[in-house]
């Protein structure tokens, strides 16, 4: 129960925080395109957008998923029909909804195994793996999470072998196997790093981070929340540049160095104050 309870607590905190980092432009944008769309085109946009709205309007990524599946279904699109069905798991995840998120899933595996679409195969399981990963079964999860790599593998598909690699690192970190845990992460970090997106960069830099901190290698921890909270100010995300900061000071504290810790706390507490993440005050607080 102790690792079902820490896990649920990671997770509702990454969803909290990620909800204010919704890319409202970028969903007006998509949409103001899917108006004069047609065909396949139309089917990826209504999962483009289904996708977009996963963090803060889970309930539209379901609206939005499930008029891409059908409108897949009507034109037939002969690959990729998965990837909505996986949204729609993702977003049921995220309200909550375990069961209804594990039976999307599975649905996407069947359609995706139907199609012979290896990338949606592989982040089928991958999406499986997470989810009993979630719920502390963790001998379940590693098998998933080994066929989704080895797909990504053979596919080349960075996107997904940095998921992946993450999903590993998250698993072998909650079994104190810190050195495989580093392995992942660090892998995850180098492939976000050469896709470029400068949001995946900063989690990845933080996930270093607290690994390290962990295992009280605190000037490591500093080190990565120090390039974590430069990404942060690049775009601007207010709420996991608190999250850094104090992480960042919680380091600083386990150190000694109670002045640094304090300042870095008080930066944190600013930006969740500025964006009212009552969810977040708590941990600044106590540290």
């Given at each position: 129960m102790r690792i079902k309870h820490?896990?649920?607590?990671?997770?509702?905190s990454l969803i909290i925080t990620q909800s204010v980092a919704q890319n409202l432009k970028l969903i007006q944008s998509l949409k103001k395109e899917l108006k004069k769309s047609s065909g396949k085109k139309k089917f990826g946009l209504l999962a483009d957008v289904a996708w977009e709205y996963?963090?803060?309007?889970?309930?539209?990524?379901?609206?939005?998923?499930?008029?891409?599946?059908?409108?897949?279904?009507?034109?037939?699109?002969n690959k990729d029909l998965a990837r909505p069905l996986n949204y729609k798991g993702?977003?049921?995840n995220y309200k909550g909804n375990i069961l209804t998120a594990f039976d999307a899933y599975n649905e996407a595996l069947r359609v995706s195994q139907q199609?012979?679409?290896?990338?949606?195969?592989?982040?089928?399981?991958?999406?499986?793996?997470?989810?009993?990963?979630?719920?502390?079964?963790l001998s379940r999860s590693y098998s998933y999470f080994v066929t989704a790599l080895s797909i990504f593998k053979e596919v080349k598909d960075s996107s997904g072998l940095a998921y992946t690699y993450q999903s590993l690192a998250n698993l072998y970190r909650t079994q104190k196997d810190f050195e495989k845990a580093e392995i992942n992460y660090t892998n995850a970090y180098k492939i976000r790093l050469s896709l470029g997106n400068t949001r995946n960069i900063m989690s990845a830099l933080v996930q270093l981070g607290r690994l390290y901190q962990e295992t009280g290698q605190h000037d490591k921890a500093l080190?990565?929340?120090?390039?974590?909270?430069?990404?942060?100010?690049?775009?601007?995300?207010?709420?996991?540049?608190?999250?850094?900061?104090?992480?960042?000071?919680?380091s600083y504290l386990s150190k000694g160095l109670l002045q640094k810790a304090e300042?870095?706390?008080?930066?944190?507490?600013?930006?969740?104050?500025?964006?009212?993440?009552v969810f977040?005050?708590?941990?600044?607080?106590v540290t």
């Open positions: 820490v896990i649920f607590l990671f997770i509702a996963r963090w803060a309007y889970p309930d539209s990524t379901i609206y939005y998923a499930d008029s891409s599946y059908r409108f897949g279904k009507t034109i037939k699109v993702v977003a049921f199609q012979h679409d290896s990338i949606q195969i592989a982040y089928s399981n991958n999406n499986i793996g997470r989810l009993f990963f979630e719920q502390g079964i080190k990565f929340f120090s390039q974590a909270d430069s990404a942060g100010q690049v775009i601007n995300d207010a709420i996991n540049l608190a999250e850094v900061k104090t992480f960042a000071a919680e300042s870095m706390c008080a930066e944190g507490l600013k930006h969740i104050l500025s964006k009212n993440n977040m005050l708590s941990h600044v607080y």
